[in-house]
């Protein structure tokens, strides 16, 4: 949690937060995700001050176990001062207890926000879904909150201005507004309605517009004149040399024995690489997130 300190902005963490919704779609399969699209209501999750604390947190709390579908999970909710914004147990259950950090007993609205993280926390323990190491594990869970639903509360608790900053969870701004920018184009949602902080809307407008580079990427069809005449003058030195690509080139280009040259390339949707013969137009259907690409290889 930074609270008052530098807050760290752009893609420092980008390949993990991919990696991470490649794991999402492997694990929960295509179908099960579907059953996400709707996120969390701010109606839901909304908490003032003259709500009861403990009474609001444990409301909150049981919240975001009923959207992340945990129907046999509760959740005991306490405040202390510790270091980080909260913590949770992760025991066999059915009961699990999270602390808050003592800064949410006067900043309630981002109460939300920090139990929707761990709540994940004990989603991704249930599944027996993690990446090595603290810091890759926790965005990770970052990832998942945002991309299941729940993740535009962490976006939307990040205030900046001259004099003072706050920022939960270890995704940056910007890498925050793209998790939930790949989740809008998935859903057909606009969460951008949802944000109370200026600052949370900036940050998702340029994750929006990471998000939508993905998309145009070549071999796809939506890339642009100048990504299209690399990956041609790329195509041309593989025939020619059996190269494989050019060094930071997004696509990999592999001989077959007994047919065309072939092109692999990340899914602008779940990053699963997709590898598909060199010969022009191309429709291709990622296996994992099942979304059509139309291709000019």
Not at 208 to 236: F, S, V
Not at 237 to 249: F, I, M, N, V, Y
Request: hydrophobic fraction near 40%.
């Amino acid at each position: 949690m930074a609270n008052g300190g530098p807050v760290e902005h752009g893609y420092p963490h980008l390949e993990t937060v991919r990696a991470a919704i490649t794991a999402l779609y492997k694990r929960l399969s295509y179908d099960t995700i579907q059953t996400f699209a709707t996120s969390v209501a701010p109606a839901d999750v909304a908490f003032c001050d003259t709500d009861d604390l403990y009474l609001g947190a444990q409301r909150v709390a049981q919240e975001l176990v009923r959207h992340y579908r945990l129907p046999d999970a509760r959740l005991v909710v306490s405040f202390r001062e510790m270091a980080h914004a909260a913590n949770v147990e992760l025991a066999a259950g059915p009961e699990y207890f999270v602390e808050l950090n003592d800064r949410f007993r006067t900043h309630r609205r981002d109460i939300g926000a920090a139990l929707a993280h761990e709540v994940m926390h004990v989603y991704l323990h249930r599944l027996d879904l993690s990446f090595p190491g603290t810091r890759d594990n926790e965005i990770l869970t970052d990832t998942a909150t945002t991309y299941l639903g729940a993740g535009w509360l962490l976006l939307d608790a990040f205030r900046e201005d001259a004099a003072s900053s706050q920022k939960l969870g270890y995704l940056t701004p910007e890498e925050f507004g793209y998790v939930l920018a790949k989740r809008a184009l998935v859903f057909d949602e606009d969460p951008a309605v949802w944000f109370t902080s200026p600052q949370a809307y900036t940050a998702y407008v340029k994750g929006m517009a990471q998000a939508r580079q993905d998309e145009q990427q070549p071999p796809l069809t939506a890339a642009g004149w100048a990504g299209r005449r690399r990956y041609a003058h790329d195509r041309r030195h593989a025939e020619d040399t059996h190269a494989a690509s050019r060094p930071g080139a997004p696509y990999t280009f592999t001989p077959d024995g007994r047919g065309p040259l072939r092109v692999s390339f990340p899914c602008p949707t779940c990053h699963q690489r997709i590898r598909v013969p060199v010969r022009g137009r191309v429709r291709a259907r990622c296996g994992l997130c099942r979304t059509v690409l139309e291709c000019d290889t």
